[in-house]
């Protein structure tokens, strides 16, 4: 069973992000930018503010650019002035402005958790790559980022089926570790997303109580507690339960089964509670 530490920390890196010349986006296109396809449009900045990043914004998935370590996704949250998302390890996030198919990021920001060194390999060659990206575009649905670096290539992350999540209650029924499925103990534990925004649930010893929040193609729990005591049977259990939802969790609904993965394919599955 793996413990995660979790302090919260500001990281400020300066990014020098080169502008390419309008003009060169007319002609032959230099090493490393990336022209607009016929189907890409922008938005143009007005009195030096920011232009939108339409049709940038969403939620992208990184498919390409550099190594990828299964179980631990690269994302990118892409909205007006903002850039965030998982570099594998960590939550990230800066600023992004955008003139025709140039990008500029900086002001970036991370939290500081420990995974794998494979891990933490794929993060750094991420954090490098994004922070020295200049252009984009649009090409076949997928999002390219090139610059200095490595070309960056999303693909857009499937939508969370939060209108289906949100309302029922959910009843674990499978615990996955490692490739292995395992079945629960202790009394039922459940989970319960509301409109409101808040979540209470249980582990089959513990019970829960937070907020929670749709973001980067994922749900996260940004209060979350765990209140009373669990018998040693039930400890690992109730250990895994309180990671995947306090990591943050893609969610997935075939008929009445949810399933919950987080990082390190770790992952829960619940039953809707029979009416």
């Known amino acids: 069973m793996k413990w995660r530490f979790i302090v919260l920390a500001v990281l400020v ?33 007005t009195d030096g503010q920011p ?65 794998e060194p494979a891990v933490m390999d794929a993060e750094s060659a991420y954090l490098t790559a994004i922070g020295a990206v200049s252009t984009w575009a649009i090409i076949d649905g997928q999002l390219h980022l090139s610059g200095s670096a490595e070309l960056l290539v999303f693909d857009r992350a ?3 089926p939060t209108e289906a999540l949100v309302g029922t209650t959910w009843v674990l029924d499978t615990l996955v570790e490692d490739d292995m499925a395992f079945m629960t103990l ?4 459940t989970l319960l997303l509301l409109e409101d925004g808040t979540v209470t649930g249980s582990t089959g010893c ?12 994922q749900i996260f729990f940004p209060d979350f507690a765990a209140e ?15 990671t995947v939802l306090g ?14 993965t987080s990082m390190g394919n770790e992952g829960l599955v619940y039953r809707a509670e029979a009416p």
Do not use: H, K
């Not at 990014?15 to 090493?31: E, H, I, K, M």
């Not at 202790?186 to 534990?189: F, M, S």
């Not at 513990?206 to 193609?217: M, N, P, Q, V």
């Not at 009373?228 to 309180?242: K, M, T, Y």
């Open 51 to 115: 232009a939108s990043l339409v049709p940038i914004e969403g939620e992208w998935i990184l498919v390409s650019g550099v190594p990828l370590v299964d179980g631990y996704p690269i994302s990118l949250s892409a909205s007006v002035n903002e850039i965030g998302g998982r570099a594998a390890c960590n939550q990230y996030g800066g600023s992004a402005v955008i003139d025709g198919d140039t990008i500029a990021i900086g002001n970036m920001f991370m939290t500081e958790m420990a995974c």
């Open 13 to 45: 890196v300066v990014v020098a992000a080169a502008c390419a010349d309008p003009a060169s986006t007319t002609d032959t296109q230099p090493t490393g930018e990336l022209p607009l396809d016929s189907t890409t449009s922008t938005s143009q900045p």
């Open 228 to 242: 009373g005591e669990c018998p040693d049977d039930l400890w690992a259990q109730d250990n895994l339960v309180v």
């Open 186 to 189: 202790g009394d039922p534990a």
């Open 158 to 160: 499937p939508e969370v």
């Open 206 to 217: 513990r019970t829960l109580t937070g907020t929670w929040i749709e973001s980067d193609a």
């Open 247 to 260: 990591d943050g969790f893609t969610p997935s609904i075939d008929g009445d089964l949810l399933s919950l």
